[in-house]
T-cell receptor, first 112, second 113 residues
């Protein structure tokens, strides 16, 4: 059983640019959640995808968007990057038979 | 009401000590409470979780105590080791399928040799 993987591990962008982060869910999991973790803080929920549909969203603007694919992998897209978007972006996968979410290693995004 | 409070912000103990991290919540709809451990540069890893129908759960050196009436829960680490030095997060969710986790702000634990 493979764990949750994310790519890339690190990324540097400039203000106004767009970024796409990728996540492969754990085998057997059909739900992917994305979180933003600023330095020294707990993860904040961005949104969740279940079977290719958005299934809940946190307090993030529409320039944060996502996709889930038929194999349950997922993308997080952020448009018009701002300096405050610098953070660790975490992907977590789960199945509809358990509450637990399993996190990937994250993508560290730096916006200059 | 969606907030989860966590204390202390940081904690230093000697090897073998029993650090205790406390969390409190307001939303009585929460019914699933996991604890995660995070090392620098890594994603959070699930340590142990509890539902409010039990007051205590133990897995290895980690114990969760749960006080439903006070809406508080805590993590105890028995016989702490330097390798336990990490940031610990409590979280809460409604436990049903699809509910997102609300995380506390974290506690940075240092276990001295």
């Amino acid at each position: 059983e493979t764990g949750v993987t994310q790519s890339p591990t690190h990324l540097i962008k400039t203000r106004g640019q767009q970024v796409t982060l990728r996540c492969s869910s754990q085998s057997g999991h059909n739900t992917v959640s994305w979180y933003q973790q600023a330095l020294g803080q707990g993860p904040q929920f961005i949104f969740q995808y279940y079977r290719e549909e958005e299934n809940g969203r946190g307090n993030f603007p529409p320039r944060f968007s996502g996709l889930q694919f038929p194999n349950y992998s997922s993308e997080l897209n952020v448009n018009a990057l701002e300096l405050d978007d610098s953070a660790l972006y975490l992907c977590a996968s789960s199945s509809d038979s358990q509450e637990t979410q399993y996190f990937g290693p994250g993508t560290r995004l730096l916006v200059l | 009401q969606q907030q989860v409070k966590q204390s202390p912000q940081s904690l230093i103990v000697q090897k073998g000590g029993i650090p205790i991290i406390n969390c409190a919540y307001e939303n009585t709809a929460f019914d699933y409470f996991p604890w995660y451990q995070q090392f620098p540069g890594k994603g959070p890893a699930l340590l142990i979780a509890i539902r409010p129908d039990v007051s205590e759960k133990k897995e290895g050196r980690f114990t969760i105590s749960f006080n439903k009436s006070a809406k508080q829960f805590s993590l105890h680490i028995m016989d702490s080791q330097p390798g336990d030095s990490a940031t610990y997060f409590c979280a809460a969710s409604r436990g049903n399928y699809g509910q997102n986790f609300v995380f506390g702000p974290g506690t940075r634990l240092s276990v001295l040799p």
